[in-house]
């Protein structure tokens, strides 16, 4: 099992920016990709970026060049950097763990509990 805790949500003004944070522990060895997802009532989840072990990311067109996805190895923690920050980006994030194949296909494995970001006009 993988344990993730995110941190890092709030309310922010438009323009502004965030910095999401997702610690993971427990069985590290059988993930090799991180990854963030959002969700609002109205939208399934959906799936805003995800980076691999060796450090290869992917970005839903819709936050490209807003945010950036980053990790510490070290740590075993994944970062998402937003800029930018658009009303329509409020949504609960949720953090990813799982494995990443050679077509590039993200399965999860793992979900955090999710956490509330909020953008205001």
């Known amino acids: 099992q993988v344990q993730l805790v995110e941190s890092g949500g709030g309310l922010v003004q438009a323009g502004g920016s965030l910095r999401l944070s997702c610690a993971a522990s427990?069985?590290?060895?059988?993930?090799?990709?991180m990854g963030w997802y959002r969700q609002t009532p109205e939208k399934q989840r959906e799936l805003v970026a995800t980076?691999?072990?060796?450090?290869?990311?992917n970005y839903a067109d819709s936050v490209k060049d807003r945010f950036t996805i980053s990790r510490d190895n070290a740590k075993n923690t994944v970062y998402l950097q937003m800029i930018s920050l658009k009303p329509e980006d409020t949504a609960v994030y949720y953090c990813?763990?799982?494995?990443?194949?050679?077509?590039?296909?993200?399965?999860?494995?793992?979900w955090g509990q999710g956490t509330q970001v909020t953008v205001s006009s």
């Open positions: 427990g069985s590290i060895f059988s993930i090799n990709a």
């Open positions: 980076i691999t072990s060796g450090g290869s990311t």
């Open positions: 990813s763990a799982g494995v990443t194949y050679r077509s590039g296909a993200y399965y999860v494995a793992y």
